[in-house]
């Protein structure tokens, strides 16, 4: 385990300064902008990609700029300072005291985190400002469905709505097909009063722990934009704080939504505090892992004491949501028995285990209810977890993997009856004519509670590329309903994502996300499409990069086959090169067709084109067209 | 335009010694097997994937052998010479002339074929050893089409089944799940005369023409795997001969079924000739770009006479594949004028122009009977060009690609009663919800024709990962029926590929052919998936290396991690480490429930598990199971 090297932005050590830079580099064509809700202190974040005019020959245009959602927080606002030593700015403190309902702790509840507190071997790599947790007063409920079933639209409602919203207010080209929703309900414009009914209804989740006043709030649902979840972590085989911190802060640049700590080395209670501390997003945990360290990794020896002293301690270093394995049940264990792969969720074959040995129900079913009373003293979220989701293409919609889900939609309902918040966990490997049958079945037991996916891989036989393999199923997932699509990188099966593979991961769950908006008919998801497909149509070649998703990737590429700065301005595409362009074609053809658009509409219509033609060749040969232009 | 360099393989120059050794190294753990037929000189080529035992601790089963699909050629096989000078053996060349319906003809026919024999200028770049053109007697019909009417299986039939239908006669662990597949028929097994018949109807077919003797016969139809297809080729902007072989051969290594010559530099009648005399499996062209390129890239310049000598020019070398753009109408031109990115087909808008410069009908569509007459005279099989395919997410599905698709049907029946093979190229660019009504129409309008699609991109938001945003079309498409599925590289619409480019689209495809092969149900199809899974859950992570897609990748990703040749033998996953790995506890569990598999049914069939439980916790202690190992 490396120590923490200096972890202020202003004085990285030298194996992290690319990380500094790579962190706070605004992405070109690029700057923040806020959108002001309600109140001065609601300022929602967006990236504006502003963008150059259409070249005078092609009609001379003006392209508005695009604003897209934008996950990256304050590193990328060069008016913010960044000191990962102090870790974000508090931008919900002043909501969360404005509601009276929760109170600042003198000290920390848990046992361990108090112990963690005054640990000496472990100061050097504390983070030092710790603040005091808060908790819901006696009685009170802090969760945000509570407040949404009361009718109260909290601020971060309003910010959602305005985050959720924004692309379908500019007033471009949103020209866009009506999309196959199997159900989803697509607004044309997204209210503060929509996310509550969601929320209230819990279609949707706000992770929001009260202890995490630092995020930037964001929804989970299937009638908003599709999320991704990156997975970070470090393991018994290495990786540092500042490392993990780097992969949050890396992951939320490109993209991810939420980021799930699963930390499973030494430390990790440490490791923890730094990353909340500095993510603008939603962190969600496995807490029987680090349970498990706790008793020396002999799950036998795990206990409901152990396991609720580390749910408090969480929750008070602001932990937003929990995967909860509580769905496997001791009677599903057998079942599991003549699959290919078994149980291969570490959570599941740690609950399977404990049951066996024990010959008891799992003790996260039997203390559920006591599980729901801390979460709603915190609001943290439910995942719960499956712990009996399948390996191997072969163990798909078998008979453990569906009995859990059935079970799961029972838990669902216990903890809406505590007004908290819950989202439900989905496959695995899954082939892709099986997929539907998850998302109907989950929909149908778990009442729409949002669904939760890891994928799924369409198939096994690609280690190494197992970021595509489920990118295919995560898309079709997505489409059917799924919330929020937990990435997979390239590494999945082997080892540990180092930086390369977290964004590899990202950006294809991205695609896969906005895959699915797009077949849903999201309102506004085709805007920021159609503008890139309009700048590549006019090879306004800077903007198509700064539109894609990953503009330095774009750009480099296209520099391989034309380094030349003239060449981001040339008429023709790098593919075919200067004499043989279709795109530089079609533009004559279109130019000219539309010079004849009513007679051709007519001729074609009466089915008669022969006027139409005569009149088209003489135009043709006035404009004195000439297929190709010498650059 | 480079010279070419040093072809033969013994003395490839400096920079392209790595593709040599690229070229013939035999994949880990593989050897190459062939299959006899009915006949000595039918020998079907596969690699033989062998693996380990499983662990004695995990039970010691000895695991079959894996034979895969290989589409490598005799690169693969150590008992070859290989020399690029000469060019592949002539395996089909008895089989050709036995059936005495060709003759060998004294002379090239085209007369560009004449002149490029003669020509000075490219006597240092030319293959040395040009046979004498075959064509058809007079009057006689040479097409596998053909033979299937007339109820002849041909040797090529034979091949084809013995390959098609390799997988499911390996007595080995095919537990697989039932599939759905829209129509397509799946039989256990695939016979010789079933090939026959799926030939005759048209629903498959054989590229195979008579002057590429050199090819190993292989089908595209939905009834059978589904095939991928790689473009290579030059473009005015550079790569040379050598390099486009070197392009073709590592592409068919990694597993493109055929491979489409899309060069449209100079000379492109030297660098087919190299493509073709090397390549092991079947080469398609776009003849319209040589076409264009004879008369100077001015498409109204182009005449039906200049394309027909190019036509039979490139017969004669022995393209097995031509796309036609016979379908790009001239009253379809002006539906493409509101379009977002008009026609982005680089062959449909040269005929789209050339049809508006001559207000003319589409010569290819006027002279298609002469064109069949061409194609069956050496049995190139037609790929109907999608001219109006959508360039982006917002055109997809429009009039005109509608309108050219039915067109492309009304010629698939014109094709037929000459008995020519065809295919019919599809989309582009098309949201996830909107690929169906694709395939489904393409089945309706073409009876069954294969569909040989490019991607569909299901976003337009990400190039240089194209490759993945294709993908997901891909797959899915090819579930619904698609029976050819042409590759995208990350480099789509920002440069030429790579040889690193070329791979990760092969792969990419390779994934989305047999995701749709699972989704279908395809007998066998899952033996792979289940063989990897088998060895991941035994920690077999040589063998689940070797059975990957690409060995090499996964082995060295794993490597990042653990790179000590002892972990590769290691009881846990390298994602978690030693002490906590769920692979391990599972088995655990497992080994556990089955000993207990009687009793845990009956309790819960009688939903009382009290009694199997006592034993259960009985029979645990016994075994004294901890839950982890030490290594």
Not at 303 to 312: A, N, Y
Not at 504 to 527: M, N, R, S
């Amino acid at each position: 385990m490396n120590k923490l090297t200096t972890p202020s932005i202003q004085d990285l050590s030298a194996q992290h300064e690319q990380d500094a830079k790579d962190l706070t580099r605004i992405l070109p064509a690029s700057r923040k902008v806020y959108v002001q809700g309600s109140r001065p202190d609601l300022r929602v974040p967006f990236r504006e990609i502003s963008l150059t005019d259409t070249p005078t020959g092609l009609g001379g245009e003006v392209n508005p700029a695009i604003m897209v959602y934008d996950t990256s927080g304050v590193y990328t606002d060069p008016a913010q300072d960044i000191d990962l030593n102090k870790g974000l700015p508090h931008i919900r403190e002043t909501w969360i005291a404005e509601r009276d309902d929760s109170e600042r702790l003198d000290t920390l509840s848990s046992r361990f985190g108090q112990e963690r507190l005054k640990d000496i071997r472990t100061a050097d790599i504390r983070f030092a400002h710790i603040q005091k947790p808060r908790r819901a007063k006696s009685g009170r409920n802090v969760t945000q469905m509570h407040y949404a079933r009361q009718g109260i639209i909290t601020p971060e409602m309003e910010y959602i709505a305005i985050r959720e919203n924004q692309r379908q207010q500019q007033g471009i080209d949103i020209r866009q097909h009506a999309g196959q929703n199997f159900g989803a309900q697509n607004l044309r414009e997204i209210t503060p009063e929509f996310v509550r009914e969601e929320v209230a209804a819990g279609r949707a989740i706000i992770p929001a722990n009260i202890n995490h006043p630092e995020i930037e709030p964001m929804i989970i649902g299937r009638n908003f934009l599709v999320k991704i979840n990156a997975n970070i972590g470090n393991s018994a085989l290495g990786s540092s704080i500042d490392e993990e911190v780097a992969k949050m802060t890396w992951a939320t640049r490109w993209g991810a939504d939420t980021i799930m700590d699963l930390s499973t080395g030494k430390n990790i209670h440490e490791t923890r505090e730094w990353i909340i501390r500095n993510s603008p997003v939603p962190i969600g945990t496995v807490p029987i892992y680090q349970a498990l360290e706790k008793v020396d990794g002999v799950a036998e020896d795990l206990s409901w004491e152990i396991f609720r002293d580390t749910l408090i301690e969480q929750a008070e270093q602001g932990v937003d949501y929990f995967t909860i394995h509580a769905g496997v049940l001791l009677r599903y264990v057998p079942t599991t028995a003549n699959r290919l792969t078994g149980i291969v969720s570490r959570g599941g074959s740690i609950m399977a285990q404990w049951c066996l040995a024990h010959h008891q129900e799992n003790f996260l079913y039997t203390h559920f209810d006591d599980i729901c009373d801390i979460m709603k003293a915190y609001d943290v979220s439910f995942s719960l977890g499956d712990g009996l989701r399948p390996g191997c293409i072969q163990d798909a919609n078998d008979e453990a993997q569906f009995s859990e889900l059935r079970t799961l939609g029972e838990l669902t309902h216990r903890a809406w009856e505590h007004d908290v918040q819950v989202m439900i966990e989905g496959p695995g490997h899954v082939p892709m004519h099986m997929i539907k049958e998850n998302m109907d079945l989950q929909l149908e037991v778990c009442q729409e509670a949002p669904f939760y996916t890891l994928g799924p891989l369409t198939t096994d036989i690609a280690p190494g590329y197992d970021h595509i393999t489920s990118a295919i199923g995560a898309a079709m997932i997505g489409w059917y309903g799924t919330a929020m699509l937990c990435y997979v990188t390239p590494k999945e099966h082997l080892g540990l994502p180092n930086k390369k593979d977290v964004k590899d991961g990202i950006i294809t769950y991205k695609i896969a996300a906005h895959a699915a908006d797009l077949a849903k008919g999201h309102p506004g998801a085709q805007v920021r499409d159609n503008a890139l497909s309009k700048a590549r149509f006019e090879f306004r070649w800077q903007d198509q990069f700064n539109l894609s998703l990953d503009p330095d990737t774009a750009r480099s590429m296209h520099d391989e086959t034309m380094p030349k700065e003239a060449h981001k301005s040339a008429h023709f595409c790098s593919m075919c090169g200067p004499k043989f362009c279709s795109m530089k074609i079609t533009q004559n053809v279109r130019e000219y067709a539309q010079n004849q658009a009513n007679t051709a509409a007519d001729s074609v219509a009466e089915d008669d084109i022969s006027v139409g033609l005569e009149s088209m060749k003489n135009a043709y040969h006035a404009q004195g067209q000439k297929l190709y232009h010498k650059v």
